[in-house]
């Protein structure tokens, strides 16, 4: 198994490009209960290049009915991400706000503990996270501008694959 860098770069110029649109490559879930995660997973994997095609419990997207629900469920890309200690694919951990990174994810909650939206961090302004989102369509909004009573932070530590 081999681990290489996650690109960063690459996953927030994907997710600059598609924030306020679709990628045609991908299945559009507003309709069906949001596409915040599909998003998401569609940044992360420009940034990764390396889906899990483990049955249930991987990564992937082939299409709106061959997908995994990690690639669309904002708690199984949760699991997915903190919980791959050794499969292919990206790999991450929890962090605290202040240690996010470009190209790392939000998760946004109630107090109930349930988590129901999944933002990239795009950028930074000043003390300002700047996150981008679908479903309710971001670029580059600030986090202290969305509602939410619980927060937990996805760092990306890097991706591994099989060499073939």
């Known amino acids: 198994m081999i681990i290489k860098d996650y690109d960063r770069i690459r996953a927030v110029e994907y997710a600059k ?38 049955p249930v419990f991987g990564w992937f997207y082939i299409n709106a009915s061959e997908r995994t629900a990690s690639w669309t469920g904002v708690e199984y890309f949760y699991n997915f991400i903190i919980g791959n200690k050794d499969g292919n694919g990206p790999f991450g951990e929890e962090v605290d706000l202040d240690d996010v990174k470009l190209g790392d994810f939000i998760q946004l909650g109630r107090a109930t503990g349930d988590f129901y939206h999944t933002p990239i961090v795009t950028g930074f302004r000043g003390n300002n996270t700047l996150v981008s989102a679908h479903t309710y369509d971001a670029l580059d909004r600030p986090l202290a501008t969305y509602s939410y009573e619980k927060i937990r932070c996805i760092h990306i530590q890097g991706v591994r694959y099989t060499e073939k």
């Not at 045609?24 to 209960?33: A, E, M, S, T, V």
Request: charged content about 15%; proline content about 3%.
């Open 17 to 54: 490009k598609w924030a306020l649109g679709r990628n045609p490559r991908y299945f559009d879930f507003n309709d069906l209960g949001g596409d915040c995660t599909n998003y998401a997973s569609q940044c992360l994997y420009a940034g990764s290049g390396v889906m899990n095609f483990t």
